[in-house]
């Protein structure tokens, strides 16, 4: 099967879901994020610098609206090699961008080992919404910003 990639459409909606801030803010679980919702790694907190396009960039004053597109381009490689890795059933482009974008938001590896994987390459397309709806806690807590993120990836799911 062909490797897919996220559409213009679904990094559109990223931005969004995600916003798109140039300098360091705390998620909804509290962690330090910039850019297109990229979660600072310990190491990136440590340096002070992200690494984008092979170049170390320090963030301290901001990122430009470039270098948040390209850390997104650069994240997403990871989320639409999860999706692309693990599910072995046809999807559509929607499909495949509205995978990518729960892969993004709850880590690659939670993604892999996800009961909606294990649905999905069963064939159980129908039960994607109610796997999906399953994630819309943060630390324990069901955050509003997560049950429209989980509504809008079904959405785009379904179309």
Not at 108 to 129: H, I
Request: with cysteine; charged share 25%.
């Amino acid at each position: 099967m062909r490797k897919m990639q996220v559409g213009q459409a679904g990094k559109q909606l990223f931005k969004e879901w995600e916003g798109l801030r140039t300098h360091v803010y705390l998620d909804s679980g509290g962690e330090p994020t910039i850019g297109i919702g990229h979660l600072l790694t310990r190491d990136e907190r440590a340096s002070g610098k992200i690494w984008i396009n092979g170049q170390p960039v320090r963030y301290a004053n901001g990122l430009t609206e470039q270098q948040c597109w390209d850390l997104l381009e650069q994240d997403l490689d990871i989320a639409e090699a999860a999706v692309n890795d693990r599910i072995i059933v046809p999807i559509t482009q929607n499909q495949f961008d509205a995978l990518v974008s729960f892969a993004f938001n709850v880590g690659a590896e939670a993604f892999r080992k996800s009961t909606l994987v294990r649905a999905l390459n069963q064939g159980q397309y129908d039960q994607v919404p109610t796997q999906l709806r399953r994630w819309v806690r943060d630390n324990g807590v069901v955050v509003p910003g997560l049950v429209n993120r989980r509504e809008k990836e079904i959405e785009l799911w379904n179309k």
